[in-house]
């Protein structure tokens, strides 16, 4: 009786002392599993970071050709205008002398701008509601300036970002998850308040962190 009454305690001692690693074991685990999955998100918004950077690569790239292109066409008709005007000169033909007027005067349309590329962040936010717009690109399709293109995404409730300045946005996010006070997705209105004090938004072009594009 005595000897069984004994046994029965040592298996209660040796249950609870079970009871306890388990719980410890536990914790250990939805410890790594946090840990882990902090380490996820980490690397979404690193390989967000590396997916936008080849977007602006691209969009970069279809900025260089359109200056390109642009530069070759005025130069033609900067010697187009010049041989014309000088040909109606030496003619009566008021045909010639109407071309010769309209390729010599001076264009009343605005030049077409080159290189503004921003980040676009919407409503949803990070990791899911973001994208490379070519601003520049939007102007010259439109004949409008830059700035009323800037007004139009941010008023599409779009928070927007030179490149840099998104990169520096994506570190400060990450050590935030490293140190298990952020967790994604994060809204858009959520950013608004994680924004470091050194990163600048993109009010308009003259407001661009320095970029790659247009570093002196």
Same mark, same amino acid.
């Given at each position: 009786?005595?000897?069984?009454?004994?046994?029965?305690e040592?298996?209660k001692?040796r249950?609870?002392a079970?009871?306890?690693a388990a719980?410890?074991?536990?914790?250990?685990?939805?410890?790594?599993?946090a840990?882990?999955?902090r380490?996820?998100?980490?690397?979404?918004?690193s390989?967000?970071r590396s997916?936008?950077a080849?977007?602006?690569?691209?969009a970069?790239h279809?900025?260089?050709?359109?200056?390109?292109?642009?530069?070759?066409?005025?130069?033609?008709?900067n010697?187009?205008?010049l041989?014309?005007?000088?040909?109606?000169?030496?003619?009566?033909?008021?045909?010639?002398?109407?071309?010769?007027?309209?390729l010599? &005067?001076?264009? +009343?349309? %605005?030049?077409?701008?080159?290189?503004t590329?921003?980040v676009?962040? *919407?409503? $949803?936010? #990070?990791?899911?509601?973001?994208?490379?717009?070519?601003?520049?690109y939007? &102007?010259?399709? +439109?004949? %409008?300036?830059e700035s009323?293109?800037?007004?139009?995404?941010?008023? *599409?409730? $779009?928070? #927007?970002?030179?490149?840099?300045?998104?990169?520096?946005?994506?570190?400060?996010?990450?050590?935030?998850?490293?140190?298990?006070?952020?967790s994604?997705?994060?809204?858009?209105? *959520?950013l608004?308040? #994680?924004?470091?004090?050194q990163?600048?938004l993109?009010r308009?072009?003259?407001?661009?962190?320095?970029?790659?594009?247009?570093?002196?």
């Amino acid at each position: 009786m005595t000897t069984g009454y004994s046994d029965l305690e040592v298996l209660k001692v040796r249950a609870c002392a079970l009871a306890e690693a388990a719980e410890v074991l536990a914790a250990l685990l939805d410890e790594e599993a946090a840990r882990l999955n902090r380490m996820d998100q980490i690397g979404r918004l690193s390989q967000l970071r590396s997916d936008i950077a080849k977007d602006f690569e691209t969009a970069r790239h279809g900025e260089n050709q359109a200056r390109s292109g642009e530069t070759a066409v005025t130069a033609f008709d900067n010697v187009a205008g010049l041989a014309i005007g000088l040909f109606a000169k030496a003619s009566d033909s008021n045909r010639l002398q109407a071309i010769s007027d309209h390729l010599l &005067a001076a264009p +009343s349309h %605005r030049k077409p701008t080159f290189g503004t590329v921003v980040v676009a962040i *919407g409503p $949803k936010g #990070l990791p899911d509601d973001v994208r490379v717009v070519s601003v520049s690109y939007r &102007a010259r399709e +439109s004949k %409008r300036p830059e700035s009323e293109i800037i007004k139009e995404l941010r008023s *599409g409730c $779009k928070l #927007l970002f030179s490149e840099e300045a998104f990169s520096l946005l994506i570190d400060n996010l990450s050590d935030e998850i490293q140190k298990g006070q952020l967790s994604l997705p994060v809204s858009k209105d *959520g950013l608004a308040l #994680l924004i470091p004090p050194q990163v600048r938004l993109v009010r308009g072009p003259s407001t661009q962190l320095p970029g790659p594009e247009n570093k002196s």
